[in-house]
């Protein structure tokens, strides 16, 4: 597939066109200029390499409307940056000491055990596979890596590493952190030096908090807080690329320059690509006149969406159609029949599906995906896994449902109603495995009730065991 773009299509709604002509298979990423931006404009996007349709063009064209840039991992800071007397911090907030951290924030959180978990971002938005985050009290500690003395990278999604203001001596500097493989909350008084580059949250200089509150810095980004014990704290690494007088902060790319001796401030993006400190989310419209099957790894990847609008092209999606798209308002996809492996794979922060003609799903379809209610209103058949690790309260419309089979809802601990009122049996044990819901509301056919010599079939049983279940029968 051939691409043409053409150059700088933008109007007043941020709307880029990107057209498809020929249909070649194509293995790169969208760019002009940048791996992962076009004209500028950073974001994701990857062609599947194998198209299945009739004949002629598959999309007539692709609208990608950005919106507004916010944060994601934020900036890394030297430690001469963190603290330079012209300060980085909002009017009002400071960068916190060690006693700050080590002992209020620890203590108003409950202690030093399960700290680490109670205070990081939960799920894999911004943590690899493997992160057993809580996230407690909102404090969402991301892992946004770190730039060692050297000028290297490292720990992306690994490691969040943060910068305390207290003085040890003129190279070494004293630091918190957080790793997916602990549960605990780590920190050091003497052994980062100051060369490094990490992560900065501030602390505010009072104790006054009204939920909802945010704080804007000097360039206009907006971050919320949330209050633990008598602290109000940012929630999002910082990312302002101004000293409060309005000087610049020397962006440091080379690593000649990142290494020197000078002592004085620096910032940098993680990898020196700005699409880690910030991104945009954006509406992709799709437009075809045929019907379409993607099969491909991998279509849309780590894509930041508001939604996705198919004007009626894709019927069918195999394995990783859209992985680790996060931020979506929804997926409109209304002629879309089949789904093939983890196809909505850790897709986060999704509040809808809108597929109204799905009938078939399979395993792992949604694993990790963060989504408040899937109406499914045609799909017949839960495969296994086809639900693991929903971790948001989560409701399952699912009025064709006849069979579910072994895990087919693992590990959604908040779910809250299971709609399957024409619910026939189950394949294999297990059926909800790890729930821990509580209030779940499950309806199902009375005969389901009634069906183990007078008692409710033994996965319901389960159900109702091992977590605070009402039934209605119909």
Known sequence: MKIIYIPDQRDSEHKLVLQ??????????????????????NFFFQLPPVFDHTYGNPFNSVEIILGPEFINYGILYNWWAATDLRGIAPEGWHLPTLYEVWTNLTNAAGGQSGLGNKLKEAGTAHWNTGNAATNNYHFSVFGGGSRNASGNFKNLKEFGTFWFSDYYNEIAGAIWWFSKYSSTMGGAAYNSSKKEGLSVRFVKNDSEWTEGDTVTDFDGNVYHTTKIGNQVWMTENFACTHFKNGDPIPLVADTASWTDDSHTAKMCYYNND??????????????????????????????????????????????????????????????????????????????????????????????????ISFYFPKLTNVPLSAWQNCYLPTTFILPSVQRISQYGFLRCFAATTFYLPSLQGFDGPYVWYLIEGNNILLTVPAAMMTINNGQPHPEIQTLMDNNDVTVVQV
């Not at 019907?291 to 508001?306: E, S």
């Not at 209304?334 to 789904?339: F, G, N, S, V």
């Open 20 to 41: 498809f002509a020929d249909f070649y298979q194509v293995n790169s990423m969208i760019a002009n200029g940048g791996a992962n931006s076009v004209n500028g404009w």
């Open 274 to 371: 700005r699409a880690n400190a910030f991104t945009s989310p954006c509406v992709v419209y799709l437009y075809g006149g045929f019907d379409i099957t993607i099969r491909g790894y991998l279509f849309w990847q780590n894509l930041n969406l508001l939604s996705v609008n198919d004007y009626g092209c894709i019927v069918q999606l195999d394995l990783y159609a859209f992985s680790e798209c996060s931020n979506a308002v929804s997926f409109v996809l209304p002629i879309l029949h089949t789904a093939g492996r983890m196809a909505f794979y850790s897709c986060t922060s999704v509040p809808s599906f809108n597929l109204p003609e799905l009938k078939s799903i399979d395993t792992m379809c949604f694993a990790e995906t963060k989504c």
